[in-house]
């Protein structure tokens, strides 16, 4: 079972990527998180397997947020979940760490897949 943290700063994005993996038999805890500051603290207080975590966050941006997990926990994977396309940002984000990176337009199947992928590396 993989304990996956969401970071991202709607709610409604939150709310369905709960919903979607609450439908996974591979996925158990899942947390949630509106900001960067609060993505950390919540990787501090609890273990978790996955983070999805957006590149827009209101109080940091989410490459900052990848650099300071990959600081702090380095074998942490860690999925950039995003509206922006990959050419703008993917190679950042793999750089700083990303183990992967997805769109928030694909399907949500390709969302389940990468998370099983992300399962593989642990």
């Given at each position: 079972?993989?304990?996956?943290?969401?970071?991202?700063?709607?709610?409604?994005?939150?709310?369905?990527?709960?919903?979607?993996?609450?439908?996974?038999?591979?996925?158990?805890?899942?947390?949630?998180?509106?900001?960067?500051?609060?993505a950390?603290?919540?990787?501090?207080?609890?273990?978790w397997?996955?983070?999805?975590?957006?590149?827009?966050?209101?109080?940091?941006?989410?490459?900052?947020?990848?650099?300071?997990?990959k600081?702090?926990?380095?074998?942490?994977?860690?999925?950039?979940?995003?509206?922006?396309?990959?050419?703008?940002?993917?190679?950042?984000?793999?750089?700083?760490?990303?183990?992967?990176?997805?769109?928030?337009?694909?399907?949500?199947?390709?969302?389940?897949?990468?998370?099983?992928?992300?399962?593989?590396?642990?």
């Open positions: 079972m993989v304990n996956l943290l969401i970071a991202d700063d709607h709610a409604v994005v939150r709310a369905g990527v709960k919903q979607l993996a609450a439908a996974s038999a591979e996925i158990g805890e899942i947390g949630e998180a509106a900001t960067g500051r609060e950390l603290a919540r990787l501090r207080e609890a273990k397997d996955v983070v999805l975590l957006d590149i827009s966050l209101p109080d940091l941006s989410g490459i900052e947020v990848l650099k300071e997990i600081r702090e926990w380095p074998d942490l994977p860690v999925l950039v979940f995003t509206i922006h396309s990959e050419e703008q940002y993917a190679i950042r984000a793999l750089r700083a760490g990303a183990a992967g990176y997805l769109c928030k337009s694909a399907p949500p199947r390709e969302f389940l897949e990468a998370v099983h992928h992300l399962q593989l590396l642990l």
